[in-house]
């Protein structure tokens, strides 16, 4: 005859118990941990070192006619920084058509596909010289003076305004420099 199994004594069910329950919690904390940081690379325009306040050097690339061809729409103004059209999408009656480029907000992407909105690029750029006639990148010091939430961005003169599903940085670029 066979013997019937026997039960656990205690001891061993009690540790067993807690064992599985330490590593169902352990896994649980893994997974939030992973689900947070994968949300927030998915819905947050702002990446980790995109902070007020913060400097950063960055590429962006760029042709020549996007001078004329980026603009942006948001009735926000922060530290002084605007899109050339409020949120209804017409241009602001204080740029009268024009707006310095220092505080002019423009959308852009960097070489890592980051997209951002900077004031001051064409300014900077003009101290380098002529532009390429093809894709170029520059590098700028970005300055964040903030995010911006909603706003809605335009890539080519006669486009449509797409509005942003991301939170975006707004800056000024500075000593921007076209590398070799």
């Known amino acids: 005859?066979?013997?019937?199994?026997?039960?656990?004594?205690?001891?061993?069910?009690?540790?067993?118990l807690w064992v599985t329950l330490a590593?169902?919690?352990?896994?649980?904390?893994?997974?939030?941990?992973?689900?947070g940081s994968a949300y927030r690379r998915s819905y947050s325009g702002m990446g980790a070192t995109w902070h007020?306040?913060?400097?950063?050097l960055i590429e962006i690339t760029l042709v020549a006619a996007d001078r004329t061809n980026l603009s942006?729409?948001?009735?926000?103004?922060?530290?002084?920084l605007r899109c050339r059209y409020g949120a209804d999408h017409q241009a602001r009656s204080e740029m009268?058509?024009?707006?310095?480029?220092?505080?002019?907000?423009?959308?852009?992407?960097?070489?890592?596909g980051?997209?951002?909105?900077?004031?001051?690029?064409?300014?900077?750029?003009?101290?380098?010289?002529?532009?390429?006639?093809?894709r170029f990148t520059a590098l700028c010091d970005y300055d964040?003076?903030?995010g911006l939430h909603s706003v809605a961005l335009k890539w080519k003169p006669d486009g449509a305004f797409e509005p942003s599903q991301?939170?975006?940085?707004?800056?000024?670029?500075?000593?921007?420099?076209?590398?070799?």
């Open 52 to 56: 007020r306040g913060d400097k950063n």
């Open 114 to 134: 980051d997209i951002f909105l900077g004031a001051g690029l064409w300014e900077s750029l003009a101290k380098t010289g002529a532009l390429p006639t093809t």
């Open 166 to 180: 991301k939170s975006l940085p707004i800056g000024t670029l500075r000593d921007c420099t076209i590398p070799p």
């Open 96 to 112: 009268n058509g024009a707006g310095s480029d220092a505080t002019l907000l423009s959308p852009y992407c960097t070489v890592g």
């Open 23 to 35: 590593l169902f919690v352990i896994g649980l904390g893994v997974w939030i941990l992973l689900a």
């Open 144 to 146: 964040i003076a903030g």
């Open 1 to 16: 005859m066979s013997e019937e199994p026997r039960p656990l004594p205690p001891q061993q069910f009690n540790r067993l």
């Open 72 to 80: 942006c729409a948001s009735d926000k103004v922060v530290d002084g």
